[in-house]
């Protein structure tokens, strides 16, 4: 484990224990806990998971998208780095994310710093598609929903923070050299290092972007990407309606679901493997808890479905997928984080 794997891990396991100490200072009832698992409708469960499957298939077709103007790939043989490459992250933690890059260039026999650079723009569009997604949501909230103030005002930061993340990206995509020079001018006297290191990043950042070379991509890509965030909404939607016995979570409305993704989308940044499980439990019962006053072993229960669905329901699909095409899971997130290193 390198330094920066080690200090998230700590970082980690004093939230899970801070966790621990909050539940025993709220006579954390676990007889209620599993009384609530035992009623759920496992219905619910099953949709939403499907969502997250298909959420799988098109980001397949939407790397497929953006390798275009590199080389055609049939999106059907990118499915399997999609399973596998989630699947390492669920395992072995976040910084496995870059396992994906990795096992596509093996498939396709190109370079993967070409797939880096995709998926630079992947997140980009991810992070552009849920933005969007919650700001419009929040903004249009019903004026009688608890909080509606709120709501509201997450909405439009939201939705600046959405445009201020597209003319960053347009700046970049047709002047990055111009602000990589800027970049090295500012911070080289402070540290020439970092000063080097920025440049660096703006010039990888506009080498991501340069895959887009049309509208029609452009408007491709960001329209899978608006479907695969609706429908990880409505996995989180369902997994909260699953919890049949909590009217609280039961009647969740899909605009208070956005407040639960942004929690549990801040949750994830530390996400490490066997701790990071209880750490995003723990994040998503507290926002269950806080936002809609969900009891605490309801809420919990709920967190522990939603990391079920949302990070494990991948991996039995991602370990007969290494299978079938001969992949060691275990190489593939060495490479990621040498990869991550390199970075």
Not at 44 to 56: D, L, R
Not at 76 to 96: H, K, N
Not at 204 to 217: K, N, P, Q
């Amino acid at each position: 484990m390198n330094k920066r794997s080690a200090i998230l891990a700590a970082l980690c396991l004093a939230l899970l224990l801070i966790g621990a100490w909050a539940a025993h200072r709220m006579a954390f009832d676990w007889h209620s806990l599993r009384l609530q698992l035992r009623s759920v409708a496992w219905v619910h469960v099953a949709i939403s998971a499907a969502c997250i499957y298909i959420g799988f298939w098109l980001r397949a077709i939407r790397w497929a998208v953006l390798l275009g103007p590199k080389k055609r790939v049939a999106s059907s043989i990118l499915v399997a780095p999609q399973f596998i490459g989630f699947t390492a992250v669920a395992l072995f933690g976040r910084l496995a994310d870059l396992a994906r890059p990795y096992l596509i260039a093996r498939r396709t026999a190109l370079p993967v710093a070409a797939q880096i650079a995709v998926y630079s723009v992947e997140r980009i569009f991810d992070l552009a598609a849920a933005a969007i997604l919650f700001s419009v949501t929040l903004a249009l909230a019903p004026r009688d929903l608890p909080h509606h103030e709120a709501f509201a005002r997450a909405g439009i930061l939201s939705l600046a923070a959405t445009l201020g993340l597209a003319i960053f990206a347009l700046t970049i995509r047709f002047a990055g050299d111009r602000i990589a020079q800027l970049a090295t001018r500012l911070l080289q006297p402070l540290s020439p290092k970092f000063g080097a290191l920025a440049a660096a990043r703006i010039l990888d950042f506009r080498t991501g972007l340069d895959t887009l070379t049309s509208v029609r991509e452009f408007l491709s890509a960001l329209g899978l990407s608006m479907v695969i965030w609706l429908g990880i909404a409505e996995a989180y939607a369902q997994c909260a309606h699953a919890m049949v016995a909590t009217p609280e979570l039961a009647r969740l409305t899909f605009t208070q679901t956005m407040l639960l993704m942004a929690a549990s989308m801040g949750g994830s940044l530390l996400q490490l493997p066997i701790v990071g499980w209880f750490t995003q439990i723990a994040v998503l019962a507290a926002a269950l808890h806080a936002f809609f006053s969900a009891p605490i072993e309801a809420a919990t229960a709920c967190g522990a479905i939603i990391l079920f669905v949302m990070n494990l329901s991948i991996v039995p699909a991602g370990l007969i997928a290494a299978r079938l095409t001969g992949t060691t899971l275990r190489d593939a997130a060495r490479q990621a984080d040498a990869a991550q290193n390199a970075l």
